[in-house]
């Protein structure tokens, strides 16, 4: 396994364990698997594109993309063209259902049930969260900043419990964030060595790997006898 295909796992997962800080807002929590099939299908297109390659911001705008067709194919395929493509239809059908989500969640006392609104803002809110991970750890190599994003996620759904077990989600956030530094720090290692590994010994090699010849001790280079 790459040491990519590693870091794009490590960040669907940190991204999964920083979003189970939003369980208990809501009833049932079948909306997690949900999510966590989508993410990884986010995921996998900015593993191929990388693969192309594609050029960095354009493998973001191509996750992007990806993201919005699997929001419109769950939430909104009467709206779209041909079930898939979204349209003007899809964003209105979309703001609708965000408003919908925003009076829900005035409306019902934690833990809330799951309405069509709600499941969108959860879910859309998780996608772009794990857009933004797995852009800054695999695309753009830096898995240090990805903290924010999940930092934001937690702290969202932090300030919206009542302070139950918050310690639980924050260790299964930290520790999503701390894996992902762990495989980032291990994948530079291995370049590292793979680097050292190929240095040559002291400038020209032979044909065979060997080291170049040498003359006879005490004789100048080209000397006649």
Do not use: K
Request: net charge positive.
């Amino acid at each position: 396994m790459s040491g990519r295909v590693r870091l794009t796992l490590a960040s669907w997962a940190a991204t999964l364990l920083a979003a189970c800080a939003l369980l208990p807002l809501v009833e049932p929590p079948s909306w997690l698997l949900q999510a966590a099939f989508l993410l990884a299908v986010q995921s996998g297109v900015g593993a191929v594109a990388r693969r192309v390659p594609l050029a960095r911001p354009l493998t973001v705008a191509v996750q992007a993309l990806a993201a919005l067709v699997l929001l419109t194919l769950v939430f909104a395929r009467e709206h779209a063209f041909a079930g898939l493509v979204p349209g003007p239809d899809t964003f209105r059908f979309f703001a609708g259902l965000l408003d919908q989500g925003a009076t829900d969640v005035g409306r019902y006392a934690i833990p809330a049930p799951l309405s069509e609104g709600i499941r969108l803002m959860l879910i859309g809110g998780v996608l772009v969260i794990g857009l933004l991970v797995d852009a800054l750890a695999v695309t753009f190599r830096s898995a240090a900043p990805a903290g924010l994003p999940l930092l934001a996620l937690y702290s969202v759904a932090a300030g919206l419990s009542d302070g139950g077990a918050d310690w639980l989600w924050f260790l299964l956030a930290a520790a999503g964030y701390l894996m992902l530094l762990l495989v980032e720090g291990r994948d530079r290692l291995a370049q590292w060595g793979r680097v050292f590994g190929g240095a040559s010994w002291g400038g020209a090699r032979r044909p065979g790997g060997g080291p170049p010849p040498r003359g006879p001790p005490g004789r100048a280079s080209g000397q006649e006898r």
